[in-house]
């Protein structure tokens, strides 16, 4: 089965310090990955996907996440976190059954302090 | 450019009574989804559309119906609401070419059911 695990509800970084959202897929076959941000009363916001290529794949607002195969994961990363990064952050993996459809992880919520 | 809208933003019903939730997409997109998100559960799909007059069924989709009569549209029904239907709603939209498309989101239903 397909699935997408975030193991941390929630991720706590000082403003200026790297920040990591973790991500681990299940899936057969090549994996098409998704990272999507929401903030506070708002639809989620497509920030980067990975499809094929390098593993290190840049996005919006200064994020990149990078894939590894051997070790499933698709791990959200910024060099230098901003208080307005605080959002609800959710990792996808595309459904094999096709039509774009995705399949979500639970969420990690990003507290960045000041 | 609109892109995903849903109407309305909030609803409070009673148990038993039924609704309509609209999703209007501006940018001419073959696929359309209906979701839910509950907390720690992600999202998970109710319906989804391939294209106008055709609908299928997601991960959730018992005490839900819905429509597609024209492309830009996209109609969730719930017929006789049950609290376990209190929820945040989304809709999404995605271009069928290529197949790795990311999903555009609406800013959401908040719906209560009392």
């Known amino acids: 089965a397909q699935s997408v695990a975030q193991p941390e509800d929630q991720v706590n970084v000082a403003e200026g310090n790297p920040l990591t959202v973790k991500c681990t897929y299940s899936?057969?076959?090549?994996?098409?990955l998704f990272w999507y941000v929401q903030y506070p009363n708002r639809g989620l916001q497509f920030l980067l996907k990975y499809i094929t290529g390098d593993n290190l794949v840049k996005g919006s607002y200064g994020f990149e996440a990078e894939f590894n195969k051997s070790q499933t994961s698709f791990h959200l990363k910024k060099p230098s976190a901003l208080v307005s990064d605080s959002a609800l952050y959710f990792c996808?993996?595309?459904?094999?059954?096709?039509?774009?459809?995705?399949?979500f992880g639970a969420g990690t919520r990003l507290a960045v302090h000041p | 450019n609109a892109g995903v809208t849903q109407t309305p933003k909030f609803r409070v019903l009673k148990t038993g009574q039924s609704m309509t939730l609209l999703c209007a997409q501006d940018?001419?997109?073959?696929?359309m989804y209906w979701y839910r998100q509950d907390p720690g559960m992600g999202l998970r799909l109710i319906h989804y559309s391939v294209g106008e007059g055709t609908t299928a069924k997601g991960e959730v989709p018992d005490g839900y119906n819905v429509s597609r009569l024209k492309k830009q549209n996209f109609l969730l029904g719930l017929e006789s609401a049950a609290p376990s239907q209190t929820s945040v709603y989304f809709c999404?939209?995605?271009?069928?070419?290529?197949?790795?498309?990311?999903?555009?989101f609406g800013d959401g239903t908040r719906l209560s059911i009392l």
């Open positions: 940018m001419n997109h073959e696929y």
């Open positions: 999404a939209s995605s271009y069928a070419k290529w197949g790795n498309q990311p999903q555009h």
């Open positions: 899936v057969s076959g090549n994996p098409y």
């Open positions: 996808a993996v595309r459904d094999n059954g096709g039509y774009n459809k995705l399949i």
